[in-house]
């Protein structure tokens, strides 16, 4: 039996396709009924509303499944790019105009492997069993952590793959604060460095505000912690002590939790070291593990 029949998952995951039996489109008015943002633990007799003749293909499921072709190309398309930006924003996945902007600066398609469909909304494989998320995703994590990503303050991307989301909060954090990504396959980090210095993050990179390490994201970096914003790419099965450890009082965590059944947790530290915890929406992500159980799928 499939884990649901309506499409009430978001698929932010970085190596599996979720469990969509059909999908919405983008331009759909009635789409604002799937955004987690806008809608947090939304019941499945809400989402009975929601359908469409078309099922899912079996990789790379789409909200913009119809608008692919338009939203297609790599090696990148600030054009594109805005124009997936403003879907985005139309669809309400992010309220903050500062969220726009920085993926707007950002080009996804400087950060997928060419030949993929860049602005579709859909995760893209990256290879060593690994995706880049969809960009609604990106879009509703970096919305979750908008106000821990000031300038001047430090984040962590656990799980950094092509370099996106750590562009992306390098660029909020600006050069005098400090992104860190976090991946254990040594061939993706130097992919994505080469990505980053195609990037408006470049100078960033250059001047050492940015960085990517090769490492074990369950240990988090603790060479830059404390951090004021940390985001995860994968489900663990409870939070990892490492993560609340090198997270800052007044700090914030945005992490996939469980096994089969999975919610995105957003996790605030209060000053006096207490965590307070909430679910965003429920998620489909593979688990956060090592280098050898990805590799081996």
Avoid at 110 to 132: E, R
Avoid at 144 to 170: I, R, W
Avoid at 262 to 268: A, C, F, N
Wanted: include cysteine; charge should be neutral.
């Amino acid at each position: 039996m499939p884990l649901l029949s309506s499409p009430m998952l978001a698929y932010g995951y970085r190596y599996r396709a979720p469990y969509y039996k059909q999908f919405l489109p983008f331009s759909s008015p009635t789409f604002q009924l799937h955004s987690p943002l806008l809608l947090p633990r939304v019941t499945s007799s809400r989402f009975s509303l929601l359908h469409s003749s078309s099922p899912l293909p079996t990789t790379g499921n789409s909200l913009l499944s119809r608008m692919e072709k338009y939203f297609s190309g790599s090696g990148g398309d600030m054009i594109r790019n805005k124009s997936m930006v403003d879907q985005l924003r139309r669809c309400g996945v992010f309220r903050s105009e500062r969220v726009a902007e920085v993926m707007e600066t950002i080009d996804r398609g400087l950060f997928v492997p060419d030949g993929t469909p860049a602005y579709a909304d859909s995760p893209m494989p990256i290879g060593h069993n690994a995706t880049i998320s969809a960009p609604h995703m990106h879009a509703m994590c970096l919305e979750l952590l908008k106000e821990n990503l000031q300038p001047g303050m430090h984040a962590l991307d656990v799980g950094s793959g092509t370099g996106y989301l750590t562009a992306c909060f390098a660029v909020m954090v600006r050069s005098e604060g400090r992104a860190v990504g976090i991946e254990h396959i040594p061939e993706l980090v130097n992919w994505s460095i080469e990505n980053i210095k195609k990037s408006k993050a470049a100078p960033l990179l250059e001047g050492g505000s940015l960085s990517v390490h090769v490492g074990d994201g369950r240990l988090g970096y603790p060479e830059a912690a404390p951090y004021d914003a940390i985001h995860v790419g994968a489900a663990a099965p409870e939070i990892p002590k490492a993560l609340v450890e090198q997270l800052k009082p007044g700090g914030r965590l945005v992490i996939p939790v469980g096994t089969y059944f999975q919610d995105l947790q957003v996790i605030d530290k209060k000053e006096d070291g207490s965590l307070s915890v909430k679910t965003e929406t429920s998620v489909r992500y593979v688990p956060l593990t090592s280098r050898e159980e990805q590799l081996r799928g």
